[in-house]
């Protein structure tokens, strides 16, 4: 029963490639986020989609482009990876609901490292 | 520009003692939200507790309160009766106000807290 899901957990590519990681919520939430965490563990918004629609989307390279198919779904595709791109990749989602804290529930992580 | 500051980058506890994590931050929007996750050395990251802006009661949830000071800009996370498996990468975090549909929010977050219960 897990919440929210990321695929894989651990990527290791080579410097040029593109990838893809994968995120899926069964909590019928209705907003969802990529934040990526760096080697000092600080944690930083990447984009943020609601009912598939763009909603965020921070000063990101354009090599980095999210994709929602639908509302549980958040994929984000990586191309011509670059040894900075190495970081753990946190899918999130929520609810937004009137008054409340619309609390960001994380996805596992994927760690993503370029060699 | 909202920030976050987190001043204590490590912390020792004793096992069954108490600990305060402090977090202050900087908005100049009335209405936020304020946040506390846990990570530990697995790396999922576990929502512990949460404390709105206008809330008048501090927020608790179970060994954790939050110590809300909105005029000093703080909401120190205090764990009672710590565990060792309380060990781990504590982060505060801000909510934005969400736009005028309140379709999403980021969250801004601190550099953590890294906090070692020992025996």
């Known amino acids: 029963d897990t919440a929210v899901s990321q695929t894989p957990k651990y990527l290791v590519t080579q410097m040029g490639n593109d990838k893809s990681i994968k995120c899926e919520q069964n909590?019928?939430?209705?907003?969802m986020y990529w934040y990526k965490q760096d080697s000092k563990k600080f944690l930083k918004i990447m984009f943020s989609?609601?009912?598939?629609?763009?909603?965020i989307n921070e000063t990101v390279p354009n090599r980095f482009s999210p994709k929602s198919p639908d509302k549980a779904h958040l994929n984000l595709h990586i191309n011509s990876l670059e040894l900075g791109d190495s970081a753990v990749y946190f899918c999130?989602?929520?609810?937004?609901?009137?008054?409340?804290?619309?609390?960001?529930?994380f996805g596992p992580g994927t760690r993503l490292t370029v060699l | 520009a909202q920030k976050i500051t987190q001043t204590q980058p490590g912390m020792f506890v004793q096992e069954k003692e108490a600990v305060t994590l402090d977090c202050t931050y900087d908005?100049?929007?009335?209405?936020?939200?304020l946040f506390w996750y846990k990570q530990p050395s697995s790396g999922e990251m576990i929502f512990l507790i949460y404390?709105?802006?206008?809330?008048?009661q501090n927020a608790t949830e179970g060994r954790y309160s939050l110590n809300f000071q909105k005029a000093r800009k703080s909401a120190n996370l205090v764990i009672s009766a710590s565990q060792l498996g309380d060990s781990a990468m504590y982060f505060c975090a801000m909510r934005e106000v969400p736009p005028p549909d309140g379709t999403a929010s980021k969250l801004t977050f601190g550099t953590g807290t890294r906090l070692q219960v020992t025996l």
């Open positions: 999130a989602s929520s609810q937004r609901l009137a008054g409340g804290p619309s609390t960001q529930y």
């Open positions: 909590l019928g939430h209705d907003t």
């Open positions: 404390q709105g802006s206008y809330d008048q």
């Open positions: 989609y609601n009912n598939k629609e763009l909603i």
């Open positions: 908005t100049s929007d009335p209405s936020y939200g």
